[in-house]
C-alpha cells in the first residue's frame, strides 16, 4: 500500500503516524499505513517541532508571497506552490499528531483523519511534481511554522477540528478557487486544475471536521459561537475565509446559513495588534467641563452613533460599541462592497496597538487608558496638553503665520472691558463682531449680539473669550492633515453646510467644489495663491511642529471659511481630533467621480429598507442611500446619500 514516494514494508498505523510527525526525510511524511489493525496505544508525548527534511526546516527568515501581477512568471507561481506544499506537510503533521494525542477517539473519527492525511499527502506530491516543472526547488524558499504554533497544542479532538477543519481547511475552499482563477488569468492551466482537485477533497476535510464539531460542541450552543467560544488569537474566524466568502461551497459542505452570514461580515486582526477605535462625540465639552453629563440627546447620539469610526478603521482594526451590531445591517454595507473591522463590546486580553477615540478627553483617558499596559510600545503616544484644544491657540498662530490676517484671528479678552473695547474696534472697521469662547464644539456658546449680561455669563463658564469679525459665508471649507513628528501631510480637502451658527450640518463627500455655486467656485479658485493645495502644504508645514509640540499628532481638521466677498479665512479653528469632514474624506474613494454625495445625520430613522447604492462598472457608487450606522432602533443615524440633494430630514447642529 505504500505510495509512489514511500519505501519499506507498511507500517501499522501507530508507527506510520509517528513517522508522519517525527520523520526527517520526505519518504517519511510520505508514506501510506499498512493494513494493521489501529491498536491506539499511549498519547504520545507533545514535541515542539516536527522531525523536517533539511529542505524544508523551518526558518525565522520570511519569504514574500508572489503577488497577483507577479504570477505571470514561471517561478514566480513556483514559489506560490512552495508555500502551498509546506501547508500540506503541515496538515499531515498536524493530523498525524491529532491520532498520536487522542488515541481514544471513536473509529470513525480516526479513520477520517487517515482520509484526510492521505489527501494531504497526494496534494503535496501534486505541487512538488508541478514545482519541479516551474523551475523551483525545495528549500528555495524560507518555510515558517506557523500553523504548526496554532494547532500542535490543542487541547481536546474538538479543538483540532476546529482549527484543521473549520479554519484552516475552510479558508482554502476560497483560497482554491481564488488562486485557480489567478492562475487561469496567466494561462497556468496545469497548476489551475490541480487547486481544482484539491478543492474537491478540501470540501471532504471540512465536512468531516464539521460532522465532529457538532457531536462534540455542547448542543445548546449555536455552531457561530462554539466556534468562536474556540478560537484565541493569532486565530480568529478571519482565518476561516479567504479575500471572498464563497458561500456556495459552505453550503456544500453543510454550514447553516447563520454561520456563512456572520463569517461573511466578520472582521478582525489575524495577528496584528488592533488599532481601538472609540466614539465620545462630547470630548471637547469634557475638556471644558471635567464634571460633565451629557444631555439625552448627546446620549443618544453617543449611543446610537458607536459603530461609526468604522469608515475610518482598517479591517483589522476594533472598534468598541455598546451592543453586538446587528447582523442585517452589517449585510447591508457588506452589499456596498464595505468590510467592517471587529464591532465589540471589549477588547478581551489581546496586544493593542493605538487607541483611538473621537477626541481625547478625561474620559476617554480613563476608559483608553486602562488599555495602556498591553499597547504596543511603538504605538503609544500621550494625550494632547490642554491648549491644543483652546481657539485661541489657533488666533494666536494664525496672527503669527500671517500677520495681514491678524484681525481675522481675533481678539483674547478675559474681561468684559476687553469684550466691549475688542468689538469696538471691529465695529469701527464695519465689522460685525461675535463672541466665541475658547473651549467649545459644535458652534456652542458663540454669541452674536455683544451684550454685557451675556458675555458675562459665557467669561463666568469659561477661561477666555475671543471677540471675532462675523463674516457672511459663501462656503465653509475643511482642511485635513495626518500631523507626525517629523512630517505632516495633506489627505484633503472637504467641503460642508453649517448652520446659522457656523455648527456642521453635512458634508460633501465628493471634491469640495462639487457642493458649491459656481461663483463660489471661482471665487475659490482666486482666493489663495498656489489654490487650496498650496494652502494646505502651507498649513501642514507651519502647524505641524506646534502641534506635535503640544503632543497632537494623527488626525487633525482645520476649518477654513471663504466669505461672499472672497476673502479667504484659513484657520477659523483647529480640530484637534476626528471630524466628520473626515469620515466623509474617506469614503471619498467609495463614491464615482463627479457624482455628489452627502454625509449627515438622520433624527428617527424608523425602519428603512436596507438597499445598498447603485454602481458603475468599476464598482463605485452612483446613487442611493447607505446607512453609515444601523437606523432600525436609534434615535438617530449616519446616512451617506449619493446623487442626491442633501436630506430634509438631517439633523441640525
Not at 6 to 34: H, I, M, N, Q, Y
Not at 45 to 73: C, I, M, N, Q, T
Not at 331 to 351: D, K
Not at 367 to 382: D, E, F, I, K, S
Request: aromatic share 8%.
Amino acid at each position: 500500500m505504500a505510495s509512489s514516494g514511500s519505501t519499506g514494508e507498511p507500517l501499522d498505523l501507530r508507527t506510520w503516524a509517528e513517522g508522519l510527525v517525527l520523520g526527517d526525510t520526505l519518504a517519511d511524511k510520505l508514506r501510506e499505513p499498512g493494513a494493521a489493525e489501529d491498536r491506539g496505544g499511549p498519547p504520545l508525548a507533545l514535541p515542539d517541532a516536527p522531525g523536517r527534511p533539511a529542505a524544508w526546516a523551518f526558518s525565522s527568515e520570511r519569504a514574500p508571497f508572489p503577488k497577483a501581477a507577479e504570477l505571470v512568471a514561471p517561478r514566480a507561481r513556483g514559489t506560490m506552490l512552495h508555500f502551498f506544499a509546506n501547508h500540506e506537510l503541515l496538515a499531515i503533521e498536524l493530523l498525524a499528531l491529532g491520532l498520536l494525542r487522542f488515541p481514544e477517539t471513536p473509529a470513525r473519527f480516526r479513520a477520517g483523519l487517515v482520509r484526510t492525511i492521505l489527501d494531504e499527502q497526494r496534494h503535496l506530491g501534486m505541487y512538488l511534481g508541478r514545482m519541479a516543472e516551474l523551475g523551483v526547488a525545495p528549500g528555495e524558499v524560507p518555510v515558517n511554522r506557523f500553523f504548526w504554533d496554532c494547532v500542535h497544542d490543542v487541547e481536546s479532538p474538538l479543538d483540532l477540528c476546529v482549527r484543521m477543519g473549520l479554519v484552516f481547511e475552510q479558508a482554502n475552499l476560497d483560497f482554491c478557487v481564488e488562486y485557480a482563477a489567478r492562475l487561469r488569468a496567466v494561462d497556468d492551466a496545469p497548476t489551475a486544475a490541480i487547486l481544482d482537485r484539491i478543492l474537491a477533497d478540501e470540501l471532504g476535510h471540512v465536512q468531516h471536521g464539521l460532522y465532529w464539531f457538532r457531536r462534540w460542541k455542547d448542543p445548546a450552543t449555536s455552531d457561530w459561537d462554539a466556534f468562536v467560544q474556540r478560537l484565541h488569537l493569532p486565530l480568529s474566524p478571519a482565518r476561516a475565509k479567504g479575500g471572498g466568502v464563497h458561500r456556495e461551497l459552505r453550503e456544500r459542505v453543510g454550514l447553516d446559513p447563520d454561520f456563512i452570514d456572520r463569517l461573511e461580515v466578520y472582521g478582525r486582526s489575524k495577528g496584528r495588534p488592533p488599532t481601538v477605535w472609540w466614539w465620545n462625540p462630547d470630548c471637547e465639552a469634557e475638556r471644558r467641563d471635567p464634571a460633565h453629563r451629557p444631555s439625552a440627546a448627546v446620549a443618544a447620539l453617543s449611543r446610537d452613533l458607536a459603530a461609526l469610526p468604522w469608515v475610518l478603521a482598517r479591517p483589522d482594526d476594533l472598534v468598541l460599541v455598546p451592543a453586538p451590531p446587528r447582523l442585517a445591517w452589517q449585510r447591508h454595507l457588506q452589499a456596498a462592497g464595505l468590510h467592517l473591522p471587529e464591532l465589540a463590546t471589549e477588547v478581551g486580553e489581546r496586544s493593542v496597538g493605538s487607541l483611538e477615540p473621537w477626541g481625547w478627553s478625561p474620559r476617554a483617558e480613563a476608559v483608553l487608558g486602562r488599555l495602556r499596559a498591553r499597547q504596543v510600545p511603538a504605538a503609544r503616544r500621550p494625550p494632547p496638553a490642554g491648549a491644543a484644544f483652546r481657539k485661541d491657540t489657533a488666533a494666536g498662530w494664525l496672527a503669527a503665520w500671517r500677520p495681514e490676517l491678524a484681525w481675522l484671528a481675533g481678539t483674547t479678552c478675559t474681561r468684559w472691558e476687553e469684550v466691549a473695547a475688542a468689538a469696538a474696534e471691529l465695529e469701527e472697521r464695519g465689522l460685525a463682531p461675535a463672541v466665541k469662547p475658547v473651549l467649545s464644539t459644535a458652534g456652542q456658546g458663540i454669541l452674536r449680539r455683544v451684550e454685557e449680561g451675556a458675555v458675562r455669563r459665557l467669561l463666568a463658564q469659561q477661561p477666555a473669550v475671543l471677540v471675532v469679525p462675523w463674516l457672511d459665508r459663501a462656503a465653509d471649507l475643511s482642511l485635513h492633515l495626518d500631523v507626525g513628528p517629523e512630517r505632516s501631510r495633506v489627505r484633503g480637502f472637504t467641503s460642508f453646510q453649517a448652520d446659522a451658527r457656523g455648527a456642521w450640518r453635512r458634508s460633501q463627500v465628493g471634491r469640495p467644489e462639487l457642493g458649491l455655486e459656481p461663483n463660489t467656485v471661482r471665487l475659490l479658485q482666486q482666493s489663495w495663491p498656489g489654490g487650496l493645495w498650496g494652502l494646505g502644504s502651507e498649513l501642514a508645514t507651519y502647524l505641524g511642529p506646534k502641534l506635535t509640540a503640544l503632543g497632537v499628532t494623527g488626525a487633525v481638521g482645520i476649518d477654513m471659511l471663504l466669505s461672499s466677498a472672497g476673502l479667504l479665512h484659513p484657520l477659523v479653528e483647529i480640530n484637534p481630533r476626528w471630524t466628520m469632514g473626515r469620515v466623509a474624506l474617506a469614503l471619498r474613494p467609495r463614491v464615482a467621480p463627479g457624482v455628489p454625495a452627502w454625509l449627515s445625520l438622520m433624527r428617527d430613522p424608523g425602519d428603512p429598507e436596507l438597499l445598498p447604492p447603485l454602481v458603475d462598472a468599476r464598482g463605485l457608487w452612483t446613487a442611493g442611500r447607505l446607512w453609515l450606522t444601523d437606523p432600525v432602533g436609534a434615535q438617530v443615524a449616519a446616512v451617506l446619500d449619493v446623487a442626491a440633494d442633501p436630506p430634509k430630514a438631517a439633523l441640525a447642529g
